[in-house]
């Protein structure tokens, strides 16, 4: 936030010398609410407090939180006690995560909608989302509303993996080495479904390049997965995409369905697996 107001002030003083009125300007800040590759939340309410005061309007991407962040699972503005179109001018909603469909949701007022419809894809090259899968996301939104305890089942299920992964990593293994000296969770406790994991180097016991820390990463989820668990290794298949490079991690996904018994199968097996390599 500090490094948005710097920008914002930059901005600000550039109108001043060119004698352009910043309210008159239509400009963006555009967040993800819940960020794919760090599982952070983005600090809304200090964001919005920006917004404000420098007069932008905000474009906010819930892909990430829709169905899993609030007590009915609005995402990161329910979570906040925030709201639609007046906190948020526009957000965007993938369905490709809990609705399990493809496409996405504008929300916004009635120009904005307009605007998007208009101007979509789906409308200029006639590829809108076939009738099958846009009632199967309508199907899965109804059965959110239905049946609130889903979203509340899935916040458990969150809660339940950092507490457990945390007392995990407070064990010592061997008598000498706790799993919270080789890795450490970057993501959002209790709150971010994504879980991403990354190698400790503050301990000073994984000062290793790049490269080592992607195949070592890479190890680790090659193992877990032989014993039946996926984990997404991060590092080299997004080298060449992003302008700033997160360290390597290792990124997995809790789910509604996954039972407690599958989540502490998860945490034995990535254990087992990070000292088999690391250790």
Partial sequence: MEDLR??????QATDMQLGRNGND???????E?????????CPLPDLIKLKNEFCYRLILDESHSFGALGPTGMGLLEHFGLSFMKDAEIVTIG?????????????GNEEVVDHQRL????????????????????????KM???????KGLQKKIRFFYDR????????????VMLKDVIKVVSAPNISPIVVIQLNSETGATKVSREEQIKIMDAIASKCLDKGILLVSTGSHVYHYLHKLPPPSLRLTIMAKQSQADIELAIQVLKQAIFEHVG
């Avoid at 409308?123 to 989302?129: E, G, K, N, P």
């Avoid at 995990?168 to 293994?173: A, Y």
């Fill in 6 to 11: 710097r920008v914002l002030e930059r901005v």
């Fill in 25 to 31: 300007q239509r400009r963006f800040i555009v967040v």
């Fill in 33 to 41: 609410a819940l960020y794919t590759h760090h599982g952070t939340i």
């Fill in 95 to 107: 369905l490709e995560q809990a609705i399990g469909s493809i496409g996405g949701i504008t929300v």
């Fill in 119 to 142: 101007s979509g894809a789906g409308y200029c090259f006639s590829a809108s989302l076939p009738p099958f899968l846009a009632d199967a996301a309508r199907a899965s939104l109804t």
């Fill in 145 to 151: 509303k239905q049946e609130p305890g889903l979203v």
């Fill in 165 to 176: 992964l945390g007392e995990e990593m407070e064990k010592s293994e061997n008598k000498s």
